[in-house]
């Protein structure tokens, strides 16, 4: 037997602010987190989507916080604001919870501290818990322990799709009754000097806003975050009389196997297509997309083409947007992040736009739903992510009705 997947609770720190509710006002009204930064010696970087300034001293125990990297401290933040929404009170409520976090680069703050001391300070040793305080699992295991979470814990590495990878692995054990709770989402913290020296060797960054599917788009917006969704079975939400938001109905992942960097049309499609049919669904019951639309050149026009393949004549009545537009692009956490975006799109029946989109591509010829959210009940939507190496995933939400 298999279980229904539902979502009972979302939480997310952004540019916009610590909580979910600031996330969903900014994204659902158009605004642009996405602002000029403080000039940083050596780096090209002028705009980007950072979180506001916050004391870790407050939000975290003394105990706690030499081990807690910056990015396990916006996945905690996430994590408290989903088990809040839920509704999950106690250990007691999560004694049979997963715990699974995906991260594109894991604690880069930690190390950026390290080769500091070795390399400009000149000192012989690094802090005794650099390696636990790092590593990309740093922040499965630091959610888990905050929230005394002991069922399976373990994170996910795949770039940018590292979030809907995680939230993929959650779906599967609560479908095969593995567990009653999944804690899933993404969470990434890339402002570290030498990590910004790397995204401006690659040349892939905007100087100026991000304008995913505009004919003068210029790059991403690099951005930080957390998101994080509570997964249950639908019989355990329904039993505790749980809010649902959607049903996470289908899932599909899938490798271009071929350049690094260059996204691939095919591998795609694939991903979109193994959703729907994994779902159970046909492509014209699809009404919106989430898009993984990064304003790159590149990205935008192959996934463009790709919802051309998958959707035919249906392509042109989808109503799709890039959030990515708002909160920028904060890498293993952003397609968690769009997640939560396209779960509350559905609850609310209202779709974010894509904002900063002041010229059409005319090789980008779809509705990207611009300028203005449009309130539009959505019955079906697809979220994309589509990372560097040529990892894809796509997940299907559908709006939740009880079958008797």
């Given at each position: 037997?298999?279980?229904?997947?539902?979502?009972?609770?979302?939480?997310?720190?952004?540019?916009?602010?610590?909580?979910?509710?600031?996330?969903?006002?900014?994204?659902?009204?158009?605004?642009?987190?996405?602002?000029?930064?403080?000039?940083?010696?050596?780096?090209?970087?002028?705009?980007?989507?950072?979180?506001?300034?916050?004391?870790?001293?407050e939000l975290f125990s003394a105990d706690e916080l030499p081990l807690l990297d910056r990015f396990s401290?916006?996945?905690?933040?996430?994590?408290?604001?989903?088990?809040?929404?839920?509704?999950?009170?106690?250990?007691?409520?999560?004694?049979?919870?997963?715990?699974?976090?995906?991260?594109?680069?894991?604690?880069?703050?930690?190390?950026?501290?390290?080769?500091?001391?070795?390399?400009?300070?000149?000192?012989?040793?690094?802090?005794?818990?650099?390696?636990?305080?790092?590593?990309?699992?740093?922040?499965?295991?630091?959610?888990?322990?905050?929230?005394?979470?002991?069922?399976?814990?373990?994170?996910?590495?795949?770039?940018?799709?590292?979030?809907?990878?995680?939230?993929?692995?959650?779906?599967?054990?609560?479908?095969?009754?593995?567990?009653?709770?999944?804690?899933?989402?993404?969470?990434?913290?890339?402002?570290?000097?030498?990590?910004?020296?790397?995204?401006?060797?690659?040349?892939?960054?905007?100087?100026?806003?991000?304008?995913?599917?505009?004919?003068?788009?210029?790059?991403?917006?690099?951005?930080?975050?957390?998101?994080?969704?509570?997964?249950?079975?639908?019989?355990?939400?329904?039993?505790?009389?749980?809010?649902?938001?959607?049903?996470?109905?289908?899932?599909?992942?899938?490798?271009?196997?071929?350049?690094?960097?260059?996204?691939?049309?095919?591998?795609?499609?694939?991903?979109?297509?193994?959703?729907?049919?994994?779902?159970?669904?046909?492509?014209?019951?699809?009404?919106?997309?989430?898009?993984?639309?990064?304003?790159?050149?590149?990205?935008?026009?192959?996934?463009?083409?790709?919802?051309?393949?998958?959707?035919?004549?249906?392509?042109?009545?989808?109503?799709?947007?890039?959030?990515?537009?708002?909160?920028?692009?904060?890498?293993?956490?952003?397609?968690?992040?769009?997640?939560?975006?396209?779960?509350?799109?559905?609850?609310?029946?209202?779709?974010?736009?894509?904002?900063?989109?002041?010229?059409?591509?005319?090789?980008?010829?779809?509705?990207?739903?611009?300028?203005?959210?449009?309130?539009?009940?959505?019955?079906?939507?697809?979220?994309?992510?589509?990372?560097?190496?040529?990892?894809?995933?796509?997940?299907?939400?559908?709006?939740?009705?009880?079958?008797?």
């Amino acid at each position: 037997m298999t279980h229904r997947v539902v979502i009972t609770g979302l939480g997310a720190v952004s540019a916009f602010g610590l909580t979910t509710d600031d996330f969903w006002q900014g994204i659902s009204h158009g605004q642009c987190a996405i602002k000029p930064i403080s000039p940083i010696e050596g780096i090209k970087l002028s705009v980007a989507a950072m979180l506001p300034e916050y004391d870790e001293n407050e939000l975290f125990s003394a105990d706690e916080l030499p081990l807690l990297d910056r990015f396990s401290q916006l996945a905690i933040l996430a994590a408290e604001q989903a088990i809040i929404d839920a509704g999950i009170s106690g250990a007691e409520g999560l004694k049979n919870a997963a715990t699974i976090i995906g991260s594109g680069g894991g604690g880069k703050h930690t190390d950026e501290e390290g080769y500091k001391k070795l390399y400009k300070h000149q000192r012989k040793r690094v802090h005794p818990l650099s390696i636990p305080k790092g590593m990309h699992s740093a922040v499965s295991s630091s959610v888990s322990k905050h929230l005394a979470i002991k069922g399976p814990v373990f994170s996910v590495a795949s770039a940018c799709s590292s979030g809907s990878h995680a939230i993929i692995q959650g779906s599967m054990m609560v479908q095969l009754g593995l567990v009653d709770i999944a804690l899933v989402g993404g969470t990434d913290a890339p402002f570290p000097y030498g990590l910004l020296k790397a995204w401006d060797a690659m040349r892939v960054i905007s100087d100026e806003v991000c304008r995913p599917f505009s004919k003068n788009r210029k790059g991403m917006s690099l951005g930080e975050g957390a998101g994080v969704l509570i997964l249950e079975s639908e019989e355990h939400a329904r039993q505790r009389g749980a809010r649902i938001y959607a049903e996470l109905a289908g899932y599909g992942m899938s490798s271009d196997a071929g350049h690094i960097t260059r996204p691939d049309i095919e591998g795609i499609s694939k991903a979109m297509k193994d959703a729907l049919n994994n779902a159970k669904l046909s492509p014209e019951q699809v009404d919106y997309v989430n898009a993984h639309g990064t304003g790159t050149i590149a990205n935008d026009l192959a996934e463009t083409k790709a919802l051309h393949l998958v959707f035919g004549d249906h392509a042109r009545a989808l109503a799709i947007s890039s959030t990515k537009s708002m909160h920028g692009h904060a890498l293993g956490a952003s397609s968690a992040m769009e997640m939560v975006a396209t779960a509350l799109a559905i609850y609310h029946s209202r779709i974010p736009p894509t904002i900063n989109l002041d010229e059409a591509d005319e090789e980008c010829d779809l509705d990207y739903v611009t300028d203005t959210a449009r309130d539009q009940k959505i019955n079906i939507a697809i979220s994309n992510s589509f990372a560097f190496g040529g990892l894809n995933a796509a997940l299907v939400l559908k709006r939740y009705s009880h079958k008797i």
